[in-house]
């Protein structure tokens, strides 16, 4: 079956430390997309890319970065800038800028 | 700006109707679309309105009015497993189809 892997499930990161989120997909889509999910706030768009070697800051960038060297795999890394980390990380990935969203099932990040 | 306002919670009755309303103001519109998501899990796609108008998909309808910034979405005959956040979310096409959420409505379903 086509769908989105999101992997670890739970991460937990040291102060000072880089973790990177695993966002693979075989629903051969162009564009895929990662979310950031605070409780009693809407999903904000961390980075967005709408074809492979290609990236664009969404929304609230800073103290992450991504990659997309695969069609289909788009990696998070969340570095030590990114000074409140904790939250729940949805990757997602559409066939085109017009196309619905389809969702990974998310990684819950916590900071020790 | 861009504003999205849904209501935070809502209780319902199993077998019963809720509707729950979301209100936008954003600098483009092209379309809205409603997501269900379990606690914990991967939100998962309901519906799309792009018209104003009324679309029916089984137990699940959904209205826009793009004059007054305006949805709906209506559970009918409320099961327990519609226990779930629902999500409002607006495309905009002067960012390249980027979605902008609300915050999402938990509705709790209780025999």
């Known amino acids: 079956d086509g769908g989105i892997t999101q992997s670890p499930k739970y991460l937990f990161r040291k102060e000072g430390q880089n973790v990177t989120l695993s966002c693979e997909q075989n629903l051969n889509h162009d564009a895929m997309y990662w979310y950031r999910q605070d409780p009693g706030q809407g999903l904000r768009l961390i980075y967005y890319s709408q074809i492979v070697n290609d990236f664009q800051k969404g929304d609230i960038a800073e103290g992450y970065s991504v990659s997309r060297e695969k069609k289909e795999s788009f990696p998070l890394t969340v570095t030590s800038a990114q000074k409140n980390p904790t939250a729940f990380y949805l990757c997602?990935?559409?066939?085109?800028?017009?196309?619905?969203?389809?969702f990974g099932s998310g990684t819950q990040l916590s900071v020790l | 700006g861009q504003n999205i306002d849904q209501p935070t919670e809502m209780t319902a009755t199993e077998g019963a109707i809720v509707q729950i309303n979301c209100t936008y103001q954003?600098?483009?519109?092209?379309?809205l679309f409603w997501y269900q998501q379990h606690a914990g899990e991967a939100p998962t796609f309901l519906s799309y309105n792009v018209l104003d108008g009324l679309e029916e998909k089984g137990r699940f309808s959904s209205f826009l009015s793009r004059s007054k910034g305006y949805s709906y979405l209506l559970l009918k005959e409320l099961q327990m497993k519609d226990s779930a956040s629902y999500l409002c979310a607006v495309r905009d096409p002067n960012s390249w189809g980027k979605f902008q959420f609300g915050a999402g409505t938990q509705v709790v379903v209780t025999p």
């Open positions: 954003t600098s483009g519109f092209n379309g």
């Open positions: 997602a990935s559409s066939s085109g800028r017009y196309e619905k969203l389809f």
